[in-house]
């Protein structure tokens, strides 16, 4: 979601939160298909969940940069 690099801020790979972009209380059972995932920085990950409805990874972009436009 942000381009965060684990390895070069803290030496290790694979520092990272997946996100279902349809949250599991609303999706029911089931299998989640690859499409339903996103990974992301767990800083960019949190605030998903603060807003109701759940703010999307494009919205999350979108906040993120409006105050350098």
């Known amino acids: 979601m942000c381009g ?4 070069a801020s ?6 990272v939160d ?3 972009v349809l949250p599991l209380n609303q999706r029911g059972e089931g ?3 690859l499409e339903d995932l996103v990974v992301g ?3 960019c990950h949190r ?4 807003q109701k409805p759940v703010l ?10 409006a105050p350098f436009l």
């Not at 803290?10 to 520092?15: A, L, R």
């Not at 605030?47 to 603060?50: A, D, R, S, V």
């Not at 999307?56 to 940069?65: C, F, K, S, V």
């Open 10 to 15: 803290y030496g290790i790979e694979g520092v």
């Open 31 to 33: 299998i989640t298909a």
């Open 4 to 7: 965060f690099d684990s390895r």
């Open 47 to 50: 605030p998903l969940h603060t």
């Open 18 to 20: 997946v996100h279902h």
């Open 56 to 65: 999307t990874p494009e919205q999350l972009r979108q906040r993120r940069l």
């Open 41 to 43: 920085c767990p800083t």
